[in-house]
């Protein structure tokens, strides 16, 4: 895989911008000025020790001792998209320091850092330019420390492989022999501490193994489920099954007397099925033993009387309903979309619709809380820790200054770990047993009561010109809401300037709500991850009814230019790029090759969290309609530098993978306000054998800002495969997840 970077034409940062980025007016500190013990020792967070006497540190993120070690604090949550070792990269590559001299520490919650969340693949693009700011601002402060203790020009010195070297005579200090001149200087402006062209990296675009990888394998408690304090005991937490029952009443003195059981309670909650709903603690001696108890616990619940009309049956009956009638909203309208349909030489209508869907994490949902009356301290796998704090301040009276995170590493997160109602449920078990706590939900209490993706409907129309050129498209795109509310569910909603807005001239985009208790949430790839199967789909029906190539009607839909954001705010819509990724993902299929029946090709692309991304997949069905997903390949324009190479690549293969296991085989249904599904045997993620033999990903740079990999190569690969399966068998699959429509044929 070769990956070839322009020079950079990206925006420096100013001093101004500098500063505030870094913290440095943080309780009255100085950038550039030793962070002094004196002024930390007033920080009441024990989670992040004070530099030493003799240290540099610049700033919040970067220390440098005396004996050189140099040390980068990862501020951001890691899951396993690499973040605590691709942003630390950025300010090694700047300081001009051998990667492995440097340690990585894990931040927990700390006001001081700007931005503390793993979502939205968002860590990348907001923190790329800022945090190699950070290096070369302290390599800059460095250099000027040598000339000082040289008494030569600041531009006959310059730094690699952690030292300062001067020119004209050959001399060299280490860094560690620098740090207590460096720590008096002042801050530089930017534009003396300029950044490197991409052309000189010498760490970034390499493939560097993770900085937790080794721990992993050794076993270390790095995640949220290896915590253990003194004189812990160990909890779960038990919900009605039914979203947004209350308890009645319990069996709880059956099991006090259960083996390993030390207590058990009923908690009320706040009422918030997303936050804190009624349920009852059972603490024990260890994770087996409560979990064992839950087993013979009896709840009379207090069960919602809306149930019946919370199921699978009833969301699917109401939608084809509500889809056909007149919308209850109109997102946005381009054109004249009724004259156009008129004028068409073809028209296409379709319905699609895809399911509920469970982050079905790896390592289910887990917290350590040690928790008083006004002080509490959490260990927790979060994704977003500034929202858990905020719950169990708001819940359980303790002052959010007095609240301390420990982000541990995540096993898993997806978008599941941005809503902290496993925090809150811990911390209150953890206050009102006076003990420190470790909090562990079952595998079924985790599968049943998440966060879902939303399920959705699609009632399309759409029409093509005598010359084939798509000119007309209508959505009536029918989703779920929250009772009581006019809004949809978290990720459930589509923005009104989804693809193809702003590609065609006549464009209408309606939306009708079903309201529900099923808690919903975000979803790898929000909304993006499931629309885009039921568009791209679409737009490949579209092209097959103008009789044209779907790859030459995509990318001259596309055309070349950039398309302006079509709401306030919003990205543009780059069509050139996608042209680009769409022709690359083509060509590396193999597109046009002459395949036997029961072999075909698809392609289709979306753009996501500022990331252009096509995919191409290779599929055999046979005549009894047995699918293998033979080939897949991304291709994935993300700016114009890729951090860490192996990182990268990981995330996309990843994506590629949850992506096909999503569509072939995952589905939540509901049936009287209940999750039916409860472990991996009802809910079968996808097995090794049915990965595809190839997964490729071709990256294609771009002098456009670098962006996040967690989530944009998600969304194609639903789409690319089933156009592929119409290609092979001349069927087309409109709704997910595949494995129940029948591709057999003869």
């Known amino acids: 895989m070769k990956t070839e970077y322009a020079a950079s034409s990206l925006p420096t940062v100013s001093r101004r911008g500098f500063i505030k980025a870094t913290g440095a007016a943080y309780a009255g500190l100085s ?4 962070l002094a013990p004196r002024a930390h020792a007033a920080d009441p967070n024990p989670a992040f020790p004070a530099p030493g006497d003799d240290d540099f540190a610049p700033n919040f993120h970067l220390r440098i001792s005396p004996d050189s070690t140099v040390t980068i604090v990862s501020q951001n949550p890691e899951c396993g998209q690499g973040i605590k070792t691709a942003l630390p990269l950025l300010i090694a590559e700047e300081l001009e320091v051998d990667w492995a001299s440097v340690q990585v520490t894990q931040a927990g919650l700390d006001n001081r850092y700007n931005r503390q969340i793993a979502g939205g693949s ?33 531009s006959e010195c310059h730094a690699t492989s952690n030292e300062v070297h001067h020119a004209g005579t050959a001399r060299a200090l280490g860094y560690g022999e620098l740090v207590a001149i460096a720590a008096t200087l ?16 010498k760490i970034l675009g390499r493939r560097i193994p993770g900085v937790d990888n080794h ?44 083996p390993g059981v030390t207590d058990a309670f009923v908690l009320e909650g706040n009422g918030k099925i997303d936050e804190f709903p009624a349920g009852v603690a059972i603490l024990g001696r260890d994770t087996w033993s409560v979990l064992k108890a839950a087993r013979a616990l009896f709840v009379d619940w207090d069960i919602p009387t809306n149930v019946a009309a919370q199921s699978t049956d009833d969301f699917q009956a109401r939608a084809a309903t509500l889809s056909t009638g007149p919308a209850q909203k109109n997102l946005r309208t381009d054109g004249d979309v009724d004259q156009a349909f008129l004028n068409a030489a073809h028209t296409v209508e379709s319905y699609y619709s895809y399911p509920y869907a469970s982050h079905a994490n790896l390592e289910p949902q887990n917290c350590t809380a040690i928790v008083t009356a006004d002080r509490a301290e959490i260990w927790a796998p979060t994704q977003l820790p500034s929202w858990g704090r905020g719950l169990i301040a708001g819940n359980l009276g303790v002052p959010e200054e007095n609240i301390f995170i420990h982000m541990t590493r995540i096993g898993g997160g997806f978008g599941r770990r941005l809503i902290s109602d496993y925090m809150v449920q811990c911390a209150a078990i953890a206050q009102k047993a006076g003990v420190p706590v470790k909090m562990t939900w079952s595998r079924e209490e985790d599968m049943q009561h998440d ?20 000119v007309t498209w209508q959505d009536h795109f029918v989703t779920l809401g929250v009772q009581s509310d006019e ?34 949430g975000w979803w790898r790839a929000p909304g993006s991850c499931a629309i885009a199967f039921a568009t791209q789909s679409f737009l490949d029906e579209l092209a097959h009814a103008a009789a ?26 780059h069509g050139g790029r996608m042209a680009t990724v769409v022709k690359l993902a083509a060509e590396k299929i193999n597109w046009g090759a002459e395949l036997p029946r029961g072999e075909g090709l698809g392609v289709a692309f979306h753009f996501s969290h500022l990331g252009y991304v096509a995919v191409g997949a290779h599929v055999v069905v046979t005549k009894s309609g047995s699918l293998t997903i033979k080939k897949t390949v991304a291709a994935v324009d993300c700016g114009e530098t890729i951090i860490n190479l192996s990182g990268a690549e990981n995330q ?87 494995n129940k429509a029948d591709l057999s044929w003869s």
């Not at 160990?234 to 009605?240: E, L, Q, R």
């Open 548 to 573: 044209a190539d779907p790859v030459e009607f995509k990318v001259n839909l596309l055309g070349s230019e950039a398309q302006p954001s079509a709401n306030d705010g919003g990205p543009e819509y």
């Open 652 to 738: 996309c293969q990843g994506s590629i993978v949850d992506a096909i296991s999503t569509a072939l085989g995952l589905e939540i249904t509901v049936a009287n306000g209940a999750v039916q599904q409860s472990n991996f045997h009802d809910y079968p993620l996808l097995r090794m054998p049915g990965t595809p033999a190839e997964v490729e990903v071709h990256f294609h740079s771009t002098p456009f800002p670098t962006t996040g990999l967690g989530e944009p190569v998600f969304p194609p690969v639903a789409p690319a495969i089933g156009n592929a399966i119409f290609a092979a068998t001349g069927k087309r699959v409109r709704s997910m997840p595949f």
């Open 186 to 201: 002042p801050v530089p402006e930017a534009e003396q501490a300029p950044l490197k062209s991409p052309s000189s990296f």
């Open 122 to 154: 968002g860590a990348t693009p907001a923190h790329f330019m800022e945090f190699r700011q950070l290096g070369a601002t302290a390599k800059a402060m460095l250099i000027t420390a040598a000339a000082q203790k040289w008494d030569v020009p600041v």
């Open 31 to 34: 950038l550039g000025i030793m």
């Open 487 to 520: 809004d949809t569910g978290r990720g459930a909603g589509m923005n009104s300037d989804e693809f193809p807005c702003r590609f065609v001239p006549h464009f209408k985009l309606d939306q009708s709500l079903i309201n529900t208790d099923v808690p919903m």
């Open 451 to 470: 966060h879902y993706r939303a399920a959705g409907w699609h009632r399309f129309k759409g029409g093509v010109d005598g010359g084939g050129k798509l």
């Open 215 to 258: 721990a992993m394998f050794a076993g270390q408690p790095l995640f949220g489920i290896d915590q253990t304090l003194p004189d812990m005991v160990h909890a779960t937490y038990i919900k009605c099954p039914s979203f947004g029952g209350k308890v009645k009443s319990a069996n709880l003195d059956v099991i006090k007397r259960q």
